[in-house]
């Protein structure tokens, strides 16, 4: 059978590789047609020779994700794209252009089990994680369709991240690395809704990412009713957690709450957030809450505050010296907005 060549880190596929191509060297000709140039196919290593080629082909798979489908918004050019995995399962990635960066949001599971009731990965049933190779392909892909180049990257599409842990780590070493992509770590943000232990561990190993922790609400009901499948993690020991990967990595941290009309939009829900950032020793500069109003999605009845209640909601915060921002809305037309990646 053949091997799927992305899944494999540099490490793996050198010794992988071994037996096609005998000189060393050649690995760094291999790793530069993967992830520098984006090679789609053997054929185009046109320094290495065609037996060596034909090799590489019976042997490994470049590509394994089929792009069905790909939706660009008429408002602000963010583009949504579809794949569809050799089993027959469904992800999706987003292209966004900011002033001074592309960045993509990639997804890191087929459905997600944490089943949030504002978002539609939330209703996909989990299948299974994604692989590296399956993770580092949307990258490769999209960055080979749209020729931009790819400066940032979003842990933030379908899926828990920090559930599929070892393949994450393995593609943030590959994002980090210059011999791959070479992407600054103040580039990549993981989002988390509070896997603590996951948390914990990522700050151990101390990538210097940034981390955004999808806090949502501000007592325990309110979450549940929102996260149901949380794994019980308490809002404690969730910016406990947050504090501990802040102090290790000297990284920012980002609150991502998600305001939806009558449920947690409240003034008394401000005050409430200000006093847990307060008592978890959160209210400092390298802490920024982001206010998400919420994106309308088909079939899931919860509605977006109106402007005077979020920028009531947003002032408070303000006042009370945290660094707030209202996250806008990109790609909201084609579904690719926060929450909408699903069917
Ligand atoms: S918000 Fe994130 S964790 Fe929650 S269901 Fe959606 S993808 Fe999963």
Known sequence: ???????????????????????????????????????????????????????????????????????????????????QTVDKKYLFAVLLHSKNKNSVCISSQIGCPMMCSFCSSGTVKFARNLSRGEIIEQILQIENDSKEKISGVLFMGMGEPTLNFNNITSVLTSLLSNREFGI???????????????????????????LAISLHAVDEKQRKKLIPNNFGFRIEDILNAGKYYLEKTRSRLTIEYILIKGINDSTRDAHKLTRLLNRHKLLNPDVQVNLIPFNHINGIQLQTPNQDRIQKFKNILKFNKITVNIRQAKGADIGAACGQLGY
Not at 14 to 24: F, G
Not at 64 to 78: F, H, I, P, Y
Not at 190 to 210: D, H
Request: charged share 30%; glycine share 2%.
């Open 1 to 83: 059978m053949k091997k799927y060549i992305l899944d494999l880190t540099t490490t793996q596929l050198k010794s992988a590789v071994k037996s096609v191509i005998e000189q060393d060297y050649k690995i760094d000709q291999i790793v530069e047609w993967i992830y520098e140039k984006k090679s789609s196919s053997f054929k185009e290593f046109t320094n290495i020779p065609k037996i060596l080629r034909e090799e590489l082909d019976t042997k490994f798979l470049l590509r394994v994700l089929k792009m069905v489908k790909k939706e660009t918004s008429a408002v602000d050019n963010t583009v949504r794209y579809t794949f």
């Open 184 to 210: 600054g770590k103040r580039h990549i943000t993981l989002s988390s809704v509070g896997v603590v232990p996951a948390i914990k561990k990522l700050a151990n190993i101390n990538f210097g990412i940034r």
